[in-house]
DNA sequence: GCATAGCACTCTCGTACAGAGAGTGCTAAC
DNA sequence: GTTAGCACTCTCTGTACGAGAGTGCTATGC
């Protein structure tokens, strides 16, 4: 594929800006006229049909204004992304409301999920962090009634699981905090391949637990555990492209089945590192209900302890000036609080 | 308002149950064809201007058929109140979920609002069940790093809360578990209350502590705490009166935020009693944004242990011969779940 | 007195069509 | 290389019109 000039360049960039704030076509006399540029609309109409020509831009119909092709998107963000960062006064503001709210992951997360979905007026996506490999630190035996026992388990890293389990027969409180006990002594930093190995060689109630323990240690593994938290869904139905079509029901549909999330962030972010962005621009990846979609994706945590996804889903028409600067500084915020809870383990 | 005729009575039920269907404005033909009335068109015609004039029917405009005004549809409500029933097979496919799912509260309620939101077709919404006045049960204290403590506070009812806090200074996980029994001993089945009268007495450590317990009870206490599940929000996206205009969005908006969420429930369900149900038409209630939606309510728990809301909110249409008694049916098995847990304290 | 057939009336919806407007590509001139 | 001019294409808007559906009313039949 051919260079562009610097002209094209500047063009370009106009345009997929003005389209971006305007949603409609865009056309020679309105970047001429919009833009003062000192050049005439019929210069400005060939340079145009040579980005068409080369596959930036695309006409919806022979008389209408250009738009931005998917490649276009993707020259587009490929020059935000250098420069691209928050205002010094909005990372304040965010950082100011993580430091107000109750330090508790969930309440991060759901923080974050809204500050990403206000900032990028998009759809907002994350995982709370989890480990790879879940290790062990803490069980708590709660006794509710008769032979029902709340189980509460806290993995290094600061995930916590809790489970109903019900026994054969009743166990008394003191029972069980010996229990715990004796199994905190005996666990403490294990990974779950390291537990199950331990296998039988106690008690029946032990027993019991010790499997609910990997039981659930293996679910926090699996990549496609934890919740996702999401806000924004709303913003997606007020864009222009969508109203009137059942696009957004569809693009919507995926955040209410979140077996189907999970394999979408997952997917998405297989080859990615901590502190890289992935933008995906008109569905790139395979997913058709997204093909008038883009996402902007990052990976956030401590690699090799616990990570996490967050990213933002909007219209290919975007802010990405927005959207990119805010995923990436939230990430960064986040892995912050991952390493903050990690360390001094 | 004058009484109806037996007639009149069928016409309007006929009337209606097509009208959900099909979501088209009925005519005299089509009714009389389409159900086999031994009657002619012309006379359905007076009968149905008899409603009208009753205020049952209205006409989108002169020359369309005729649709059910929001007193037709409290009509039709109230007769399908009574005998409604959910089918024992359906009943039993759900039960037999239930049954399968991990035994927690959190999976309960996903279960719930997945079920409800499948056989409505419609928004399910559910809060988690809690005491009007919370009461302990158990603490436990867990170190993660230095000056970091992980508090899980559980109580009577099986509520549980995760809260972080950051001491002044370091403590041994010994130390920790020390304060943790003595405060079970100290506070078991006390509600919250009696805990903030105990007040000063003891170290600094139990007094952060303390604080906190009593603050997360507090907010565990207040009507609006809790988390809400919902499940089929894109159902309503699909119905044809939702579709091309905004209203859908200004609707779901209410999804989003959790407070008013909360605070729709709150004041829909205020003076309503465990098993009964109420049926809010055209957002009944003040709620502008609902003025096209119809919302079936219910509370369920154990009155004065535990309590919590359930419903659904579909367009005016929605088909309540279907969702009546499924928000009855998991009310009860929700009621029910509630018991077994509190059963025994 | 209730039910019905007939009929004129009203309103929506789809199609067709014309004119305005916007934007283009091309050519010729600067 | 840039620009003015121009014919062309396509969308959009508004209007007209007929088909279709449904109504209300009136006169007639049982």
């Known amino acids: 594929m051919q260079e562009l000039t610097d002209r094209q360049k500047t063009l370009l960039l106009l345009l997929i800006r003005d389209y971006i704030e305007t949603a409609q076509p865009v056309g020679s006399k309105r970047l001429v006229e919009h833009y003062h540029l000192d050049l005439s609309p019929a ?28 490649d276009g998107y993707r020259y587009f963000v490929s020059q935000m992304m250098q420069d691209a960062e928050l205002p010094r006064a909005v990372q304040h503001t965010i950082a100011h409301q993580f430091h107000q709210s ?13 500050i990403l979905a206000h900032q990028s007026q998009g759809v907002s996506m994350i995982t709370a962090p989890h480990a790879e490999q879940a290790r062990y630190k803490h069980v708590e035996l709660i006794s509710t009634q008769g032979r029902q026992v709340l189980m509460v388990l806290v993995m290094v890293g600061g995930e916590v699981s809790q489970q109903i389990l019900t026994l054969a027969e009743p166990v008394t409180q003191e029972r069980l905090s010996q229990t715990a006990t004796r199994l905190n002594g005996l666990l403490a930093g294990l990974a779950v391949d390291a537990i199950s190995a331990l296998a039988t060689r106690s008690d029946a ?4 637990i010790l499997i609910l323990i990997t039981q659930e240690m293996r679910r926090a593994s699996e990549s496609n555990s934890g919740e996702i938290y999401t806000d924004g869904l709303t913003n997606v139905l007020s864009e222009p492209e969508f109203s009137g079509s059942d696009d957004a029901r569809r693009a919507l549909k995926i955040f209410e089945e979140p077996a189907t999330l999970q394999d979408l962030l997952a997917r998405s972010t297989t080859n990615s590192n901590i502190g890289g962005l992935q933008v995906l621009i008109g569905g790139e990846g395979g997913w058709e209900e997204l093909r008038q979609c883009s ?51």
């Open 43 to 70: 210069t400005i109409r060939n340079e145009m049909a040579a980005l068409t020509e080369m596959g930036y831009l695309r006409q919806p119909h022979t008389s209408a204004g250009r738009v931005p092709s998917e």
């Open 102 to 114: 109750r330090a508790d992951m969930d309440q991060w997360m759901t923080l974050a999920a809204s």
């Open 205 to 208: 109630l032990d027993q019991d």
């Open 295 to 345: 996402m902007v994706i990052a990976r956030y945590g401590v690699p090799g302890m616990a990570t996490g996804t967050l990213g933002v889903l909007g219209p290919m028409r975007m802010s990405y000036a927005r959207t990119i600067p805010t995923v990436r500084f939230v990430a960064g915020l986040l892995s912050d609080l991952v390493n903050d809870t990690i360390v001094g383990e």
